[in-house]
């Protein structure tokens, strides 16, 4: 057995078409079109935000005591440029808080009313799935461990009980929320900020390649919550312009990440410098022995909330194989845009000279595609993410260790050009897309010789899952066999 398993026809539709060569040609028509996704357009999920901020009534609705502790906050804490005032602005919808005060699934977690007022004006209606699980368990304060990847409403799960526990009278750093990258940090910063806009409390991000006289700056104006990546904290730390002995709750975001990317020993330092007496939340979208060490050593008697893709990606994304031979490849990429049509793809290479051969290759066929390896210099992996994430790049051809971060919600095709070596790097990269905040459904298509049967089965046990097999038309995706023509 040297092929994929499953394949069913015996007449394949690719034979009866068309050459390899026409497709790569046609292609180039693939992503010049304005986007198009499949018809089978998936049901729009009911937690998806609208995002349209209303308008707010603080007076009213929130209690006496909760404004005499958001005054004496006030008076504590002074200006920090990333505090958010209690006061929204614009028009009154109390009719629609009060509703979503009563109904909504958020009010039944016991949520304050700061809370639930700042997810109302963020839109948020519904909780995910994370959400419903993570938010009650991590509200007891006790320590938990949430299976979850990016996209899945993750950084709300542990934003908002920490919220909800702060002690807004403080003035000293309670939150330290630990991630792998920069552009991660901030995400979670702005998200912080969002759901925080209803209380007095303030955020900073220390993130490498920013100025750290500023964020020193920013420390001094006593922030209450603070995400940054390990490198820029130890820095911190070193110069003494950060102090986490009053610190209530530690979060380590994306976990395997950081620990993959080499950070385990900047996480420990940082741990072993938190008091004991403290809340640790750690969200990992796998879990690899070394962050269940990290786990063990650093919480205590954790609750595991499991809402790993096994429930949750896999559920959402549709996912399939296409059995291919390796020269066939480029051809049956081609032609798999042209009939896929994606509002934007990521295509993951195993190495850095496979993901350099194919830009090359493509980006002679196609506009708008781009190429993203840890070789290239930072300042074109910035640009290239900045035009990726604004559209511009339709088509980025990535490896794993830089493609696996990407957050962009508008990538409706994974496309694993060569099948991950390591199963959980295959739930990572069909992870960059079917996110919550996506409106477009994802697409998964992995690219399987027919030597690599088993590598295939591996992942779908570790999905829990068999994939379909899909056929490319107009093009010969492999050749065929003796036996398969018997
Ligand atoms: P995250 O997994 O935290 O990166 O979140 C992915 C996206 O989903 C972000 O754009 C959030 O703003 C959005 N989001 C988080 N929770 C909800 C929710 N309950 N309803 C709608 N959108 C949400």
């Not at 799960?157 to 929320?177: M, T």
């Not at 089965?457 to 899909?470: A, C, F, P, Q, V």
Request: aromatic share 6%.
């Amino acid at each position: 057995m040297n092929k994929p398993r499953r394949r069913r026809s015996s007449k394949r539709r690719s034979e009866r078409s068309p050459r390899s060569q026409a497709a790569v040609e046609t292609a180039s028509e693939t992503l010049s079109k304005p986007s198009g996704v499949p018809a089978e357009a998936r049901a729009t999920d009911e937690c998806i935000a609208s995002k349209t901020p209303q308008a707010a009534d603080e007076d009213r609705l929130r209690p006496e005591a909760q404004r005499a502790v958001i005054a004496a906050a006030d008076t504590n804490r002074g200006e920090a440029s990333d505090v958010v005032s209690g006061k929204p602005a614009g028009d009154v919808d109390e009719e629609g808080f009060a509703e979503f005060v009563s109904d909504s699934a958020f009010a039944q977690f016991g949520l304050s009313l700061d809370t639930l007022r700042a997810l109302y004006e963020v839109g948020y209606k519904t909780p995910s799935p994370i959400q419903s699980e993570f938010i009650p368990v991590a509200l007891t304060g006790r320590d938990c461990i949430g299976q979850a990847r990016t996209g899945t409403g993750k950084t709300a799960a542990f934003v908002i009980p920490i919220l909800e526990r702060l002690d807004l009278r403080s003035d000293k750093l309670q939150a330290l929320v630990l991630a792998p990258t920069r552009e991660l940090s901030l995400q979670v910063r702005n998200e912080a900020v969002r759901l925080g806009s209803t209380r007095r409390c303030g955020v900073v991000a220390l993130v490498g390649g920013h100025p750290i006289d500023r964020q020193i700056r920013e420390l001094k104006k006593r922030p209450a919550i603070a995400i940054g990546t390990p490198g820029r904290v130890i820095d911190l730390l070193r110069r003494k312009a950060l102090d986490l002995s009053h610190l209530r709750f530690v979060v380590l975001d994306e976990a395997d990440r950081m620990l993959d990317i080499g950070f385990r020993p900047d996480i420990e330092r940082i741990l072993r410098r938190c008091p004991s007496e403290r809340q640790t939340l750690l969200l990992s979208a796998t879990m690899p022995p070394p962050v269940e060490r990290l786990a063990r050593r650093y919480m205590r008697n954790p609750a595991m909330i499991d809402l790993s893709e096994d429930r949750v990606a896999i559920s959402d994304i549709h996912q399939y194989y296409i059995t291919v031979d390796e020269e066939r490849k480029p051809a049956v990429l081609a032609r798999l845009l042209l009939e896929q049509r994606p509002k934007q793809a990521i295509v993951f290479t195993r190495t850095r000279r496979r993901a350099t051969e194919l830009y090359e290759k493509f980006s002679k066929l196609l506009p708008d595609v781009a190429h993203l390896h840890g070789e290239l210099p930072q300042r074109q992996r910035d640009r290239t993410m900045r035009a990726f994430r604004e559209g511009r790049v339709r088509l980025l051809i990535a490896t794993d260790v830089v493609g696996r971060g990407i957050d962009v919600s508008g990538v409706s095709h994974i496309i694993n050009y060569d099948i991950p070596e390591f199963q959980d790097d295959y739930v990572h990269r069909i992870g960059r897309t079917g996110r919550l905040s996506s409106d477009v459904p994802g697409y998964a298509f992995t690219f399987v010789t027919r030597q690599q049967g088993e590598e295939l089965t591996r992942i779908e046990k570790r999905i829990n899952r068999l994939l379909d097999e899909y056929r490319v038309q107009g093009v010969v995706a492999y050749e065929p066999t003796r036996k398969d023509q018997g």
